[in-house]
């Protein structure tokens, strides 16, 4: 009897833990999943094309025909919302791609080559020295409008920070015993690297990835609101709402509907992080 009193006791701790966890990240993961969803399927949920104008249907305000209205060309804000929420979505998958690639392989290399640590990390606090979003815009305005330089510029200037994260793990597990094993069997530094180390430095960056995601949202609407992201006429969220912001008194759905979008976008990813960062949390699988 007294086992079972234990085991239950046991049991109801750490499903309290895990639901603690799981919370955040069941919220932001549906909030999120529709956001996708509806990004995914937005040519088929309005009969309207993103650049299709209209006169006739200039400045209409939310209706059954228009659900988010209509902007100063007739242009459906619920078809530019759906289209550019598949740009600014892949925009910030790309981001993220390209900063844990930059990162990952940074990081490692810092923080197993004592020798190379020093330089390359100066090298990452030179680029963390500057604000992320006023890097992204220098790099976007050298190499000039268009996604696939936005993509660039961001995934760029968010690689410090993924390296960081990498290097400091890298540096506790090179001391850990299984690596001196590794090691004493002859195996080199790729192997341990790839095969031992980033594994078990994973947990850390798959939870800097949904914030490095969220920031990316918002940094590639910063930068396409001041015009140095996707040119138009192709929406994205960023340029949706730079569009509006001459009628924001007169009309102010055009800037209303993409900013809900990105609040949503964001608050899902940071969410989602929470949840990860506590579910992955070594400290928080202790139940006590």
């Known amino acids: 009897m007294t086992d079972l009193t234990a085991f239950r006791s046991f049991s109801t701790r750490l499903t309290t833990r895990m639901s603690a966890a799981h919370l955040p990240l069941l919220i ?13 399927l937005g040519p088929f949920l309005t009969p309207y094309g ?9 400045f209409k305000g939310p209706s059954l025909a228009h659900p988010f209205g209509t902007d100063s060309f007739g242009r459906d804000i619920l078809s530019r919302v759906l289209h550019g929420g598949h740009v600014s979505l892949g925009i910030g998958l790309a981001v993220i791609t390209i900063s844990a690639g930059l990162g ?7 923080g197993y080559f004592p020798r190379l640590d020093n330089p390359i990390m100066r090298v990452m606090d030179a680029g963390e020295a500057f604000p992320t979003l006023l890097m992204a815009i220098a790099l976007a ?4 409008p268009g996604i696939t330089n936005v993509i660039l510029a961001l995934g760029v200037a968010y690689a410090p920070r993924t390296a960081r994260i990498v290097r400091a793990s890298i540096l506790v ?4 015993q299984f690596v001196e094993a590794a090691r004493a069997s002859g195996a080199g530094p790729l192997r ?8 078990n430095a994973m947990a850390p960056v798959v939870v800097q990835m949904t914030f490095i995601f969220a920031d990316a949202v918002l940094a590639e609407a910063a930068l396409s609101f001041i015009g140095v992201g996707p040119p138009p006429p192709a929406p994205t969220w960023g340029n949706i709402i730079a569009d509006g912001r001459t009628y924001l008194y007169s009309a102010s759905w055009i800037t209303l509907f993409p900013g809900l979008a990105i609040f ?17 949390d070594p400290r928080l699988k202790k139940v006590t």
């Open 28 to 40: 932001g993961g549906v909030i999120f999943g529709l956001i996708v969803l509806a990004a995914a």
């Open 50 to 58: 993103p650049e299709d104008t209209s006169l006739m249907e200039r």
């Open 264 to 280: 949503l976008t964001v608050l899902s990813l940071n969410l989602m992080g929470d949840g990860l960062r506590d579910l992955l």
């Open 104 to 110: 990952i392989a940074i990081g490692a290399t810092a």
């Open 192 to 199: 341990i690297i790839g095969l031992h180390l980033l594994p």
């Open 141 to 144: 305005a050298v190499l000039g």
């Open 173 to 176: 597990l090179s001391q850990q």
